[in-house]
C-alpha cells in the first residue's frame, strides 16, 4: 500500500510531474498499457482545468482496495471559482475545445467512478477511480 | 451551494469480452504475420474488414495500437527506439480515441432525441387528423403534406350546425419543431374561439392578440379564415397576410384570386381585419392553399401564378378530392420531387 501522493498544481510543469505520478502508479499497480496513458490522460485534463480557471489546486493520486480489486484514486481539488452549471459542463461538446479531446466528459468515460462537487467562489473537486480488473 | 453529479460506469469487463479481445488480437497477428510474409493485397483486403469489425466491437484506436505494439514484439526483434516510439503515438491517439467515444455517446443521444420526435409527429398528426367533413350540396378536398417531419401549416374545418361550416388555413413562418410548436398553439386557441361562434374577422382580431403576446417577435402567422353557408352558398372570411386563394367561377370559366387585406397575425397588436363576403354559383370552386403550393422552385425559376391556374384549370371537372391530389402530385414533378415547404391546399366546391 502506498501512501497517497499530493502534488500543488500551479504551473504546466506540476501538471508534467501529476502525469508521471500518475502513470508510475499505475504501472506499480500491474495497469496495462493503454490504461496507464488512459489514467494520465484524465490526470492531464484535471490538472490542466485547475491551472487554467482556478489558478491553483491540488492532485492527489493513491491505491484503493475494494471488495479484493485493486485502483488508482485521483482527486482534483481547487479553491477556484467553480463551475456554474455542472450539468452542462458534463456535457458533450460543451467545453471551450468544441468537445474535442477528453474534457470533462472524456475524463469520465476513460475512467471507471467519477464524481464532481462544484460551489461558485469555493473550488471545485473531482474524484475519478481506475480499477484494475 | 454545493451541487453535485455522480456517475458510476462500472466498466468491468466480463470473461466474454477478455476473450474477445484475445480472439480480435489473434487475427490481428495472423493477418499481419501472413502480410510480412509478402502475401500482400490479400492481406490488406482482410485488414480492412478486420477494421469494421473492431469498430463494430468498439475498439478504440489506442487499443489497436497497442495490440499492433504487442503482435511486433512477439514477432521481431524491436528496437528500442521503435518500441519506445510506441508510446509516443499511443498519447496522440487517446485524444482521438476520446473523440470516438463521444462520437458514439452522442449518435445514442441523436438516436433518443429521433424517437422524441417521433413521438412529438405523432402527437401532431393527432392534432390535425380532422376529417374532411361531408356535407350535402358541398365537395371538399385536401392535401397537406409536411416539409420536413413536422409542419407548420394548419387547417381546421367546423360544422357549427346543419348550414354553417368554417374552415381556417394558416401558414407559421419557418418549419419543422418551432412551427409545429406554434401551430399547436394556433390549434389550441382556435378550438376555444370556435366554442363563441365569432364572425371571421374577430376571430382573426383575437387570435392576433394571442400570437402577438405568445410568439416570439421574429415569427409570425399568416391566415385565412372563413365561414360558409350552406343554404345560401355565401362564404364570409377574412385574411391576414395570407397566400391569395383562387375563386372559380364555373359560368365564365375564369380563376380570380381571393383577395383580402389584413396584417399577419403577432405583427402589429389590435390590428382590425375586415370581412369580405362572395356567393357561389353551382360548379364554382374554393382554392385556399399555403405559399409552400406556390412559392415552388422548378429548376432555376419559380413557380408562376399563372401557370398554377392553368394545372387548375385542367382539373376543374375532377372532384375536389382528385384535384388537390392532382395538383400536389403535378408540383412534386415539377420541382423533381423536392418539397422545400409545407403543402396544404383546401379544394371546396359548390356541387
Ligand atoms: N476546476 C475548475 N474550476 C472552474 N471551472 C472549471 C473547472 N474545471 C472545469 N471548469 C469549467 O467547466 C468547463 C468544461 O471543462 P472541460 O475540461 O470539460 O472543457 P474545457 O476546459 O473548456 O476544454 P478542454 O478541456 O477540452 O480544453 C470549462 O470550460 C470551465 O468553464
Ligand atoms: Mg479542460
Known amino acids: 500500500m502506498t501512501v497517497p501522493i499530493t502534488i500543488e498544481i500551479r504551473t504546466e510543469q506540476d501538471i508534467v510531474l501529476a502525469r508521471q505520478e500518475g502513470r508510475n502508479l499505475s504501472k506499480q499497480l500491474g495497469f496495462g498499457n493503454i490504461v496507464q496513458s488512459r489514467i494520465a490522460t484524465a490526470i492531464s485534463e484535471l490538472a490542466r482545468n485547475i491551472f487554467q480557471y482556478a489558478g491553483a489546486g491540488t492532485i492527489t493520486i493513491e491505491t484503493v482496495k475494494e471488495d479484493g480489486r485493486v485502483g488508482v484514486r485521483i482527486v482534483a481539488e481547487d479553491h477556484g471559482p467553480g463551475i456554474r452549471d455542472i450539468r452542462r459542463a458534463m456535457e458533450d461538446g460543451f467545453s471551450t475545445s468544441g468537445g474535442l479531446g477528453a474534457g470533462l466528459p472524456g475524463v469520465r468515460r476513460m475512467m471507471d467512478e467519477f464524481s464532481i462537487e462544484s460551489s461558485v467562489d469555493h473550488g471545485t473537486r473531482v474524484v475519478i477511480i481506475k480499477w484494475n480488473s | ?94 485524444e482521438y480515441g476520446n473523440t470516438y467515444r463521444e462520437h458514439r455517446s452522442l449518435r445514442s443521444r441523436q438516436k433518443q432525441l429521433e424517437s422524441e420526435i417521433e413521438v412529438a409527429v405523432t402527437m401532431q398528426q393527432t392534432l390535425l387528423s380532422e376529417k374532411v367533413p361531408s356535407l350535402e350540396g358541398v365537395d371538399i378536398g385536401l392535401v397537406s403534406v409536411p416539409a420536413k417531419k413536422m409542419s407548420g401549416d394548419y387547417y381546421h374545418f367546423v360544422r357549427h350546425d346543419a348550414d354553417l361550416f368554417s374552415v381556417a388555413i394558416a401558414d407559421i413562418t419557418g418549419k419543422g419543431i418551432p412551427a409545429a410548436l406554434c401551430m399547436s398553439m394556433i390549434k389550441y386557441a382556435m378550438d376555444c374561439l370556435y366554442l363563441t361562434r365569432l364572425d371571421p374577422s374577430e376571430i382573426l382580431f383575437f387570435l392576433n392578440g ?142
Open chain 2, 1 to 94: 451551494m454545493w451541487s453535485s453529479s455522480n456517475g458510476t460506469a462500472n466498466v468491468r469487463k466480463g470473461r466474454a469480452g477478455q476473450l474477445n479481445r484475445q480472439h480480435l488480437q489473434a487475427q490481428y497477428k495472423e493477418i499481419l504475420q501472413a502480410y510480412l510474409e509478402g502475401r500482400g493485397e490479400t492481406q490488406l483486403y482482410l485488414a480492412q474488414q478486420l477494421g469494421k469489425w473492431f469498430l463494430k466491437q468498439n475498439v478504440a484506436p489506442e487499443e489497436i495500437i497497442d495490440m499492433h505494439l504487442h503482435t511486433m514484439e512477439e514477432m521481431v526483434d524491436m528496437p528500442e527506439p521503435v518500441r519506445e516510439s510506441f508510446q509516443l503515438l499511443t498519447e496522440v491517439m487517446i
Open chain 2, 210 to 351: 394571442i400570437v402577438e403576446r405568445n410568439i416570439d417577435p421574429s415569427m409570425f402567422v399568416t391566415m385565412l379564415c372563413g365561414c360558409y353557408c350552406l343554404e345560401s352558398h355565401h362564404f364570409r372570411y377574412a385574411v391576414a397576410g395570407h397566400e391569395p386563394g383562387f375563386l372559380y367561377r364555373a359560368k365564365e370559366e375564369t380563376f380570380y384570386d381571393l383577395a383580402g387585406q389584413g396584417i399577419a397575425l403577432g405583427v402589429k397588436r389590435g390590428a382590425k381585419y375586415p370581412e369580405y363576403s362572395i356567393g357561389l354559383e353551382e360548379g364554382d370552386l374554393l382554392i385556399l392553399l399555403t405559399d409552400g403550393v406556390t412559392e415552388r422552385k422548378m429548376g432555376e425559376r419559380f413557380l408562376q401564378r399563372e401557370e398554377l391556374i392553368g394545372y387548375l384549370q385542367a382539373e376543374v371537372g375532377r372532384s375536389a378530392q382528385e384535384i388537390a391530389d392532382n395538383l400536389y402530385r403535378r408540383l412534386l414533378e415539377l420541382s423533381h420531387f423536392e418539397l422545400p415547404d409545407d403543402h396544404t391546399m383546401i379544394v371546396i366546391r359548390r356541387a
